[in-house]
């Protein structure tokens, strides 16, 4: 009896182990940073995609899901959450709570064997409370899986683990051409002057074009309804001719 309850204790442990991560903490953030110059979406872009990779309670796969999510860093992309199957209502409720905040942000769904029903759930979910679910990316050793989402990009790897460099190239494609279609900023043309103590760079643009900047420009008093006082102007004096003769 004593040896069940021993077995049972590490399983519980390993569990308890492997759910304890369920965002990209603060080193994935490095890491997309030390990526950036080398991407091919712009870093504006990227961060308006959202991944949440779910495996199941497979050690295994937990800890192939953890190198796959620091391998999607590698490729320029921080906003990665990984967690297990026991997590999926809190990634519906972190999705919501993003969409509150961002509304043009794009999600993509990845899903290990053990975790496909929970993906496909979270991809419906996701759908039905108007969110954009942009992609979904199960590993599917059976391969008969079918898109959760009508109109999504979707893709079935059977033959390759999570971590494997062919399934992240293909999930970083794939994230690579969502971010491609997220809006990007308006780029303001910037006057710079590269003289010893030269004036902070200005937007070339007209007052009033982009209300965003107004305050860098004058908006004072019209110039029609200024009036400026004339003042006559003193002659200038002049010495006396004969007290400089003397």
């Not at 043009?104 to 769904?109: H, K, N, R």
């Not at 059977?158 to 997220?182: G, H, Y």
């Not at 007209?206 to 400026?228: N, R, V």
Request: aromatic share 6%; with cysteine; glycine share 10%.
């Amino acid at each position: 009896m004593s040896r069940r309850h021993g077995l049972l204790a590490g399983v519980v442990g390993i569990l308890l182990m492997g759910s304890g991560c369920v965002s990209c903490g603060a080193a994935g953030y490095g890491l997309a940073r030390e990526a950036a110059p080398g991407c091919e979406a712009e870093c504006c872009q990227r961060n308006h995609v959202y991944v949440f990779a779910v495996s199941g309670v497979n050690p295994l796969e937990i800890m192939a899901l953890d190198t796959f999510r620091e391998q999607l860093n590698r490729k320029g992309y921080a906003k990665v959450a990984t967690g297990q199957t026991i997590h999926a209502f809190w990634m519906a409720g972190e999705m919501r709570r993003i969409r509150a905040s961002e509304p043009d942000a794009a999600f993509v769904l990845v899903g290990t064997t053990g975790a496909a029903s929970a993906t496909r759930w979270l991809a419906q979910k996701l759908a039905a409370d108007g969110g954009n679910v942009a992609g979904v990316v199960l590993f599917d050793r059976r391969g008969n899986s079918s898109s959760p989402v009508d109109g999504t990009r979707f893709f079935t790897i059977t033959d390759k683990p999570v971590s494997s460099d062919e399934s992240v190239a293909v999930v970083s494609q794939l994230l690579n051409e969502v971010a491609a279609t997220t809006a990007r900023p308006i780029v303001i043309e910037m006057m710079e002057s590269d003289y010893p103590h030269a004036p902070e760079p200005r937007p070339m643009i007209g007052p009033g074009d982009s209300p965003e900047w107004a305050f860098l420009f004058d908006q004072g008093i019209p110039t029609q309804s200024m009036t400026m006082p004339v003042l006559a102007a003193k002659p200038a004096t002049q010495p006396n001719a004969t007290a400089a003769r003397k």
